[in-house]
């Protein structure tokens, strides 16, 4: 008889966002009438815009002719595509790529994911508690840690926590780690890393020889010209920074599903006998074995994001999301609530009131308010007592979620 992988026993039996959806679609079931509104998963409900739709479209048109059609494309993905992102989003930013630094995918939650298959399993790893749960969970997936324990920790990984007396910002790990989680904006608090904390990391990690993963697949949502969108505007960071971007919130391809990873040519990492090895160069091993790469199309249409247009229009849907966020923001701490995140980020953090659980929060929003946010407690032990909301809603929808909360706590 085959055997399991016996580690993907020790996880809590579903992801977080399939285990929200299954109590929404039974309380949907049980009131149909409710008129129910999704602030939990950040899904985006903008459409495409028009610059954007119109090269997809021409793209699939060059697939309709045998002059123009293509077959497998490279796995690291279309020069036109990387290209395009180093000149309209690195350099910008004082950040000179490599055309072989950067990676397409078809998303950040794969990569983060899979980047774990060019490290050893001994490493220790640090990850932030709240965190977005693709960390811990493909951590334990691959074998990384032991059991969970009562509070939900698994035995092996290092937690850093992010609380309100740090800033939601995680403070160094307390004992020597080899690869650091990092993510800002933060998903799921919405906090930010100054330039000066974005140094702290970097020397950190390189006084360490660690390895930062740094997940920045919601820098487009920075509107404080001070922070920092990439970890590679901090010297010295292609020293010890993978940074993984996306295309999902960005530019609306939850669905369409693009993304990159930079994995600078200088970056390595050591075998156990002492040999440095360059990860670029096992990353790209990796993806070519396992990676057919993003379809022409979606990276046609991801390219246009960049265009004169596109980047108009983008950016237009961005300001949309920004401005739901400051409407929940200001609703509920006008309403009393403590909120936390959505200035720099599509996500508001927000403490339960009268010490909720994040749970039972959960349940009087939907029950009472027929609203749907995410638990705290879902992201980590220490998202208990805070409850997420995402700023992607349409504007309808969130201008009634608030009303309704509001009226719900008076
Ligand atoms: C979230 O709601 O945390 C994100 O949508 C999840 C994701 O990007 O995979």
Known sequence: MALVNEHYLKLKAGYLFPEIGRRVRAFIEANPQAGVIRLGIGDVTRPL?????????????????????????????????IDTIIEKSYNPLGVQLKSSEVFISDGSKCDTANILDIFALGNIVAIGDPVYPVYNDTNVMIGRTGDADEKGYYQGLVY???????????????????????C??????????????????????LRADAIIFFDAAYEAFITDP??????????????????????????????????????????VAQTISGESVHLNRLWNRRQATKFNGVSYPVQ????????????????????????????????????????????????????????????????????ECHVVGTPGSGFGPSGEGFFRLSAFGNRENVIEAVERIRKSLM
């Open 49 to 81: 815009s028009p610059a954007i739709i119109k090269a997809f479209h021409e793209a699939v048109d060059e697939l309709a002719c045998e002059e123009t059609f293509m077959g497998y494309g490279p796995e690291q993905g279309y020069e036109f595509l």
């Open 160 to 182: 850093m926590p992010c609380n309100e007396a740090n800033g939601f910002t995680p403070n160094f790990p307390r004992r020597k780690v080899d690869i650091i989680y990092l």
């Open 184 to 205: 800002f904006p933060n998903n799921p608090t919405g906090a930010v890393a100054t330039r000066e904390q974005l140094t702290g990391w970097v020397d950190y990690a």
């Open 226 to 267: 001070a922070i920092p969108h990439s970890i590679y505007e901090i010297e010295g960071a292609k020293r010890c920074a993978i940074e993984f971007r996306s295309f999902s919130k960005t530019a609306g391809f939850t669905g369409v599903r693009c993304a990159l990873t930079v994995v600078p040519e200088e970056l």
């Open 300 to 367: 046609k249409a991801a390219a246009a994001v960049y265009s004169e247009e596109g980047w108009k229009q983008t950016r237009e849907i961005i300001d949309f999301y920004m401005e739901n966020a400051r409407i929940i923001r200001d609703g509920l701490a006008s309403a009393g609530l403590t909120v936390y995140g959505g200035v720099n980020a599509p996500y508001i953090w927000l403490k339960t009131p009268g010490g909720l659980t994040s749970w039972d929060f959960f349940d009087k929003l939907l029950n």
